[in-house]
């Protein structure tokens, strides 16, 4: 029977905005309750708000020290802030209180990013000692103890590690290359973070406006900070629509549409977009396109944006007269915010790409052709957005960041971006996904699922073969360019539909 804890993570995952309020009050009248406290931290974890949940997982774990789970979302907030330090320090003495493999496998990344590749390779090398095969650790400490010792200049050693971690795969490619993309995203660069804020991101996509790369996005604006500049922007556009969005919203939660610039002006912590009211219609109804761009070397750069990609479309057909523009299910294209809604058609086949709210980018493209545009231009103008987001990503400082940090301490970095195509078939970027939801209909999972094998095998490349005569093994192990050229040349063999930006 579900619980009361239970309904309140509901309540987080459809609408954090009612539930915030909820949990400060819960929190106050129960000061001493570990799970208030808990849920509290979740709800700001779920809008991307590492900081204040590490403080209040922190409450939770003063109030309950032997809570072993508390410590562990403490490590990761640590971790997603970039104190690796502290993170390092509280996955230690979280081992401390009760041996955790969880702790002991972050533990072994940290010490290689913070620089210290021989206790990395020690915590890895003892950790892998006491997992057994199915353990959902293993995966992870395999291919951390392979990036380590390349890093050490230990090549050889890494292969033969890389070799069982290949070898767990292939008996269970999806399940291996879906827990280590999971974890991947949480362990990524900080500074990606804020691309995932829409208030972030809308000033990062600000910098970029007198540059010729610039991606192609609305016209945004902060509240309060902007209210004058969009009060200018409404009155120089008599009638344009406008749409204002939760600064770290996700889902589609608390969205409004209006044309009363004045009205949304007066509204805080918010995102202000000009609304693109000419979308691009399928049979009536408004959609957009989740892309997944992958860098995987920061030198030599190298990036990639996979060829295939998800639609999502509205229920309801699309209307923008005033007195349809508070229909979220016309307007909204977050498949998720209309469970329940009796137009929305889902299918349950894979192989059925263009039915229903949820289709592939294949036939979302073969219907834009069948209409007669021209889809090679498109999708050559959906690769510049995703290169204009990069080009403005590396503008931002974090690929510089990162390559403080030993090299291979930082996995592949997928990332999602949304798209909306207009009338004229022009491509808009209006969010960016730091962590892309991998889940959902059979497509999805279709598609997903190819996805992530093929980043697992990309990543998986040997420096040796055993074909290699003896010398050419002994020149390989002391030259570090040529092993990075052939962890090149393996990453571009299989890298199947991810295409090179």
Known sequence: MPTLIDDLRQIIERDQW??????????ERLPKSVDARALLAQSYLRSLEARPALEHY???RDLEPKNVAIPLQMGLCATALGDYEEALTIFRDANAVAANEHAL???GLLLHRLGRAGEAIKTYSDLIGKLKRDNVELPHALRGLAMALRDAGMPLAADRILTELVSLYRLDPLRIAGLIAERDNSIDHPGWTNFASKSELALALRRTLDKPWAPRFPATFLMPEDRDALLAHAAAEPGALYIAKPQRGTGGQNMTISRDARALSERADVVVQRYIDRPYLIDGRKGHVRLHGLVTSLDPFRAYLHAEGIVRFAPQPYDSSDSALADVHAHITNTALHQGHPNLVVSQKAEE???GAVWSLSAYLDRLKADGVDVVALREE??????????MVHAEGVFGAQAKFPRRSFPA???GLDVLIDADAKPWLIEAQRKPAMSGSPLVQKI???GLTTIFEMGAGFIFDDSMPAERIASLAKDHAAQIQREQEH????RGQFEPL
């Not at 990453?491 to 299989?494: M, N, V």
């Open 413 to 415: 970095k997928l990332f």
């Open 105 to 107: 496998c972050m533990s």
């Open 58 to 60: 922190r409450i939770a």
């Open 448 to 450: 997903a699922g190819k």
């Open 382 to 391: 959906l690769k510049g957005q995703a290169r204009g987001f990069l080009r």
């Open 353 to 355: 790409e263009n039915v």
């Open 18 to 27: 009612a539930a915030r309020p909820l949990l400060h009050d819960l929190v």
């Open 491 to 494: 990453e571009a063999a299989f």
